[in-house]
């Protein structure tokens, strides 16, 4: 792992700049589909910290994740979030980091809202997409998720705590935290889900969740699981959180590693 280094680059696109690094093991077969990360509320690139290179050590594929415009080193977001914001991801940002790097297909990963994300990515491109994989996502908003929502905003207003999330996303810090909290905590999003997404996935599929996340019952999963056609795989880890990947990174990247191993 030690000898896998990330590149960096910038899309950019009407005025505005988007972060991507890639991370390619030495020895690694072209013709497979890279992996695509897609973070989490109040993540970024750097917040995925060494877990794209054991992905990339023990898959033997190309990496790619980027910052959400908004978040970490991608340019501020020109407004507040809209309620419609999973969809227009796939549609709009995701679609220009496709474009840039001419990937004709992909394996996507997502991390909670990125999971969400990653569910309707798989359903917009069935043909580019081989293969999904979700990390503690939300099917839909449930009272745990904005029970959870609610314990991190007062967290958050205690001192120090939005000068930590400073250190990933510089003076976008407090937008990034009001796009998680006002959008999912509106009443607007109350009905969000992913029904009209998840049908639409026809490629392999791997479900993790931890047993014990503090913002989604394993209700959510299952749906996920059952919803979706094509081959399914579902774990739930016993023990484990809302980041199963920092957790245990050793077992989630060896479930990866053994769900992507006949993906093309």
Not at 83 to 92: H, K, P, W
Not at 141 to 149: D, K, N, P, Q, R
Not at 153 to 181: C, M, P, S
Request: charge should be negative; hydrophobic fraction near 40%; proline fraction near 4%.
């Amino acid at each position: 792992m030690d000898n896998i280094q990330g590149n960096s680059t910038f899309i950019e696109m009407q005025g505005l700049k988007v972060y991507v690094k890639t991370w390619q093991p030495e020895k690694i077969n072209p013709d497979l589909a890279p992996i695509i990360l897609m973070h989490d509320s109040l993540g970024s690139v750097d917040l995925w910290r060494d877990f794209p290179q054991q992905l990339a050590a023990a898959t033997g594929r190309s990496i790619y994740a980027y910052d959400r415009l908004g978040f970490g080193q991608s340019s501020a977001h020109p407004d507040t979030l809209k309620i419609d914001f999973v969809q227009t991801e796939a549609r709009q940002i995701f679609k220009a980091v496709l474009e840039h790097f001419n990937l004709h297909h992909f394996i996507i990963m997502g991390h909670s809202v990125g999971g969400g994300m990653s569910v309707v990515i798989a359903a917009a491109y069935p043909e580019q997409c081989v293969g999904l994989i979700t990390i503690a996502a939300q099917y839909e908003v449930e009272e745990l998720t904005l029970a959870g929502i609610r314990e991190a905003k007062v967290g958050f207003e205690q001192a120090g705590q939005i000068e930590r999330l400073a250190r990933y996303h510089g003076d976008k810090a407090q937008w990034v935290l009001n796009a998680w909290t006002e959008t999912w905590l509106s009443p607007e999003f109350r009905d969000w889900n992913l029904s009209e997404h998840v049908g639409g996935v026809n490629c392999p599929s791997l479900v993790i969740h931890g047993a014990l996340d503090e913002y989604a019952t394993s209700a959510q999963p299952q749906k996920i699981f059952q919803s979706v056609h094509g081959q399914a795989e579902l774990q739930i880890l016993e023990g484990l959180h809302h980041m199963p990947h920092k957790e245990q990174p050793e077992l989630v990247s060896a479930l990866i590693a053994d769900f992507v191993q006949d993906l093309k």
